[in-house]
Each structure stands twice: as C-alpha cells, then as structure tokens.
C-alpha cells in the first residue's frame, strides 16, 4: 500500500490528532485531475440477499421520510439520454449515501432498498436501544425509529478520487437539512447525530470500514412510542455484491475516515474576530415552509438568467443558512457551530455587489475585507459560464483545522456536514421563494477565499450560487 498508515477497524486512533485531516488536506491541494475510470464504475443500488421484506406502504412518516431523502423519485430526460433522480443532491448524482433503519415494530435492522421503496432485513430484534446508546447525545427515551446513514466510499470515489469523502461528509449534511424540514412536514420530531461510536454502528450494522464508513445517524420520534421489541439476533442478510475495499485505492480517506472513529468531547474553536466593514442591513425574512419546498427543488442545468431578486428573498435565504437545527454539537440548536454563511452579492436589488460575512445575530452584511474576482479563479466551465449571470452564491466558511486539537479528526466530518446543512438549508429556502441553486465545488479555491478576505486556517467550505432558473433543454418529472 502506497504512503500512509492505514488503521484497522477497532485500534486506537492517529497517535497526534489532526495528522490525517492534514494529510488528506495536503493529497486534495496537491491532486490534479484524473479521469474517472470507466471500467470500475460501481453499482448505483446496494442490494442484500433476500431475509424478509417490509414493503413501504404509502403516506407512512417513516416510509415518507426515506422516499423523501434517498428515494429515487425523479427522471431527468436530456439529448445523452434519461437519468434518474432523487430528491436531495449529490455530487455527480452518483448517490454514494446508503440508509440502515433500526425499527421496533416489526423489530428489525433494515437496509433502505431505494430502487424498490422497500426496507430489506439484515437482523431480525431491536437494534434501537443499541444504536441509541452509541451517540453521544441520547434522548430522554428509545426512539421511535433509528436512521444510519453510511458512504459507500468508492460509489463515488472511482471518479472523485479522494475527494469524495468530502462530498460523502458534505451529503449526509445535506440529507440532514432535507431530514428535518421533511421531519416538520411528516409530524416527525427528528434530531442530527454527527457524534456517535462508529465501531459499535458498524459492527452493529455489519459495514466494513475500510468499504463503507457511517457518517451520521438521526433519531425519529413520532410521538407515538414503539415499544422494546426482541433483542438483536445473528445476522439474516449478507449482501449481495459487497462494495470494493478502497484501503489501497483511497489510502488518505481511509485513514481519515479510520482516525475520526472515536467522538471526542471538544472545545469549539473561537470564531475569528468580527472585521470592522461597512454595514447592509437587510429586511426581515419571509416566513417560508422549506418542507414544501422538498419536491420543487433542483439543480439548474442552464444556470441562470442575469436578473435581480430581491434583498428581503436573500433575507430568507440567509436566515435559514444560518439558522440553529437539533442536533448533538455544543451550541448549535442556535446556530451552526463549526461554520457560518458568507456571502457573495452578485445581484440583489438595494445591495451593493460585493463579498460580505452574515451577522444573524443582526441580520446584516458585513463587507468583507478581501480582494480580487471570483471569476479569475480556476473554476470549471459550468461554474464560469452559471457565475456571472447568478444572483448571489452561499459561501459557509470554517476553520478547518483548529478544532481538530480537541475534537480530533472527527473535526473534519463535522465541519463538512454542517457545511452541506447550511447550504442545503439555503438550496431549500431558495427553492421556497421560486429561486434556483446548484452546489459548485470547484468555488471553494484560494481565489475565493481571498475575496472574502478569508486568512490563516479559515477556508470556504462549499459554494452554491442561486438565481433564477434559465430554461434549459432537460425535462425532470416525478416518477410514478
Ligand atoms: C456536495 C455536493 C457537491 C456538488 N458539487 C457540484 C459541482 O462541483 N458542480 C456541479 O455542477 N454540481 C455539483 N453538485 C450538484 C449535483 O451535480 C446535483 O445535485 C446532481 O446532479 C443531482 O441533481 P439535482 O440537484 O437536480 O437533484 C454538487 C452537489 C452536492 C450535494
């Protein structure tokens, strides 16, 4: 195996905490582009051997609530040909993320068959109090039902290289925000766990980490509460063609994912003093239910049309960015903690063009001390042509490696969740007020960072730029 040490499942984690996250920094900074390759591209649809089936039956919260993250619900028609589609997005719409269901009534462990709309046993018993008990920050009661969420890691990884855990880390932020604002609509009270024991998971779940790594996990009470069922039994299900190991592959990912096994209690970093620059204040937000925003929602093939929107819709956008969720980090049932939204002004009516940071305390821009143009940064074409003509884009920002003294490599995973919370957050909220957003990686660049005025450890995270929808030549409808 090339380079760097890779740690079995189980042992403890990199002697100096931080270590992996720098390494697998460094291989993102230092990688050029590879073409994908084609002859290894991995099954969409992780099957398991048949055990016992649950058929999802229709308008049921929990059946609503996967359909609603991962269910494959959409056909997108173009000139190369159709695509199918689900509800929130994902990096190449590769969809590495899979669901495992622990349920008590029937009590079982059960993989979310997306092609089918059904739950397929793995282990028959209750897995709920176990995989409760594996968080960090468990509820008063067992909950009604316990959602994993795991990467496949080279689902994505045979064309984004290392890469991809950073869109994997990205996703299950993303399917958190879409989880909670379905959660509201379905009567769910539904809780983010970022922070749990990921070998007791995946031993639970029967992953292998160095194949398919959990990320996340949320907690689903209806109100309604199941009582404990039978405890676990031997496992049921194998699956059908297990994902390949990417230990030789993925050398950095994996001993990033490998390091930020264990959940240390941390100490937030402190947040960069506020710069002194000139003040927008903006109007208050619209009052906007992101849940009916779920099926409207998509990402714009054809960009945007170069037209204003108004200050009070970025207001709403913003403020939904940067809005507190329930979830298992200190503080962040006010606001995220471990990154917050900025800000580029491309078009909005009564706010100067420009780069500012969003104070929500005041819901105002501050204007960033930075310099040069985001267009002269090495941006891809899609980017370069969508950029000029959006209205603003989404930029959360964080300290990528501070935090990592305390709360180890796990950092790392946080951040970038919270990173795809806020800006799926944004996308959510965009979509409510009739706008359009697309996630554009590559924006996250050292060009970006300067016109933000952004030093030291302090990094753009993710970049989604929202405007108005240019019709294009691509047909998405519903299925079925
Ligand atoms: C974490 C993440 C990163 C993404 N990065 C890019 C990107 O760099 N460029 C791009 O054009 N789209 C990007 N996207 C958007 C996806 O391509 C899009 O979500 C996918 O094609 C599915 O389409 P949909 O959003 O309409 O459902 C990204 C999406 C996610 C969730």
């Not at 104070?359 to 980017?383: E, F, H, K, S």
């Amino acid at each position: 195996m090339s380079g760097s040490r890779v740690i079995a499942p189980g042992s403890p984690p990199a002697a100096v905490p931080g270590e992996a996250t720098r390494r697998y920094l460094r291989a993102l900074a230092e990688r050029g582009r590879e073409p994908a390759d084609r002859t290894a591209v991995p099954p969409t649809y992780k099957r398991y051997r048949y055990a016992g089936r649950l058929v999802l039956p229709a308008r049921e919260p929990h059946g609503d609530l996967l359909r609603g993250l991962l269910g494959v619900t959409r056909a997108e028609w173009t000139h190369r040909g159709v695509r199918l589609k689900r509800p929130a997005p994902s990096g190449g719409a590769l969809y590495p993320i899979e669901a495992y269901v622990a349920l008590g009534e029937p009590a079982g462990l059960y993989h979310y068959d997306a092609a089918h709309h059904a739950l397929d046993l793995i282990r028959p018993g209750d897995h709920r109090p176990l995989l409760h008990a594996s968080l960090t920050r468990v509820s008063a009661g067992v909950p009604d039902v316990v959602v994993v969420l795991a990467a496949v890691f080279w689902r994505n990884g045979f064309k984004y290289r290392e890469f991809a855990y950073r869109l994997q880390c990205q996703e299950v932020g993303v399917l958190s925000a879409q989880a909670l604002a379905l959660g509201e609509s379905l009567g769910l009270d539904t809780a983010v766990h970022l922070r749990f024991d990921d070998a007791a998971c995946q031993w639970l779940l029967g992953l292998d980490p160095t194949r398919e790594g959990v990320l996340a996990a949320f907690t689903c009470a209806s109100g309604r509460a199941v009582p404990p069922g039978p405890p676990p039994r031997l496992p049921a299900a194998a699956e059908e063609h297990p994902p390949p190991s990417v230990v030789d592959r993925l050398p950095c990912l994996t001993a990033l994912h490998a390091a930020s096994a264990a959940p240390l209690p941390g100490v937030l970093p402190l947040p960069p003093p506020p710069s002194p620059g000139e003040v927008v204040r903006l109007p208050a937000a619209r009052a906007v239910r992101v849940a009916d925003a779920v099926p409207l929602r998509c990402s714009p093939e054809a960009g945007f049309l170069p037209r204003h929107i108004t200050a009070e819709t970025l207001a709403t956008v913003l403020a939904h960015a940067a809005a507190g969720y329930p979830g298992d980090l200190p503080g962040c049932h006010d606001a995220p903690v471990t990154c917050a939204p900025h800000v580029l002004v491309r078009r909005v009516t009564g706010v100067p063009a420009g780069a500012y940071r969003y104070d929500r305390l005041t819901c105002a821009l501050v204007a960033a001390d930075g310099a040069g143009d985001v267009l002269a940064g090495p941006l891809r074409p899609n980017t370069r042509l969508a950029l000029p003509e959006a209205a603003a884009v989404v930029v959360p920002v964080g300290d990528q490696t501070t935090g990592s003294a305390t709360f180890g490599d796990r950092w790392y995973r946080l951040q970038q969740a919270e990173a795809g919370l806020v800006v799926h957050r944004a996308a959510l909220a965009a979509a409510a007020c009739g706008l359009t957003a697309r996630i554009h990686s590559d924006g996250t660049n050292p060009t970006t960072d300067a016109v933000l005025g952004l030093t030291g450890p302090l990094h753009a995270l993710s970049f989604l730029l929202l405007g108005i929808a240019r019709p294009g030549s691509t047909v998405t409808g519903p299925l079925g």
